[in-house]
């Protein structure tokens, strides 16, 4: 079993930046394919980054060259860098794990996720 647990949201106003973190409690976080996704109101929960076990992130392109997913696997730990943050940014945020590789932006694929963090961005 794999818990995760998600920190860093807040509210900024656009063009501000936020750094979240997802902490794993799991014997071996490198064993994980892991993934943010984020609900905004009134939306379908949506993937925006994936990152392989070894480090290789993934983006849609609304957040591509804005936002930096990365991992520490001694820290067990994901991170979301988002910068210069959108008012459409505005979402709850949540990081999500599975086993089998391969990138995937379907939340069917991930089997655990965080409680999810809000981040608010502001005009």
């Known amino acids: 079993q794999v818990r995760l647990v998600e920190s860093g949201g807040g509210a900024v106003q656009a063009g501000g930046s936020l750094n979240l973190s997802c902490a794993a409690s799991?014997?071996?976080?490198?064993?994980?394919?892991a993934a943010w996704f984020r609900q905004g109101p009134g939306k379908e929960r949506e993937g925006i980054a994936t990152?392989?076990?070894?480090?290789?992130?993934t983006y849609i392109d609304s957040v591509k060259g804005r936002f930096t997913i990365s991992r520490d696997n001694a820290k067990k730990t994901l991170y979301l860098q988002m910068n210069n943050l959108k008012v459409e940014d505005t979402a709850m945020y949540y990081c999500?794990?599975?086993?089998?590789?391969?990138?995937?932006?379907?939340?069917?694929?991930?089997?655990?996720w965080g409680q999810g963090t809000q981040v608010t961005v502001s005009s």
């Open positions: 999500a794990a599975k086993t089998r590789g391969g990138v995937s932006y379907r939340d069917s694929d991930y089997t655990f």
């Open positions: 799991v014997y071996s976080f490198g064993g994980y394919y």
């Open positions: 990152i392989s076990f070894s480090g290789v992130p």
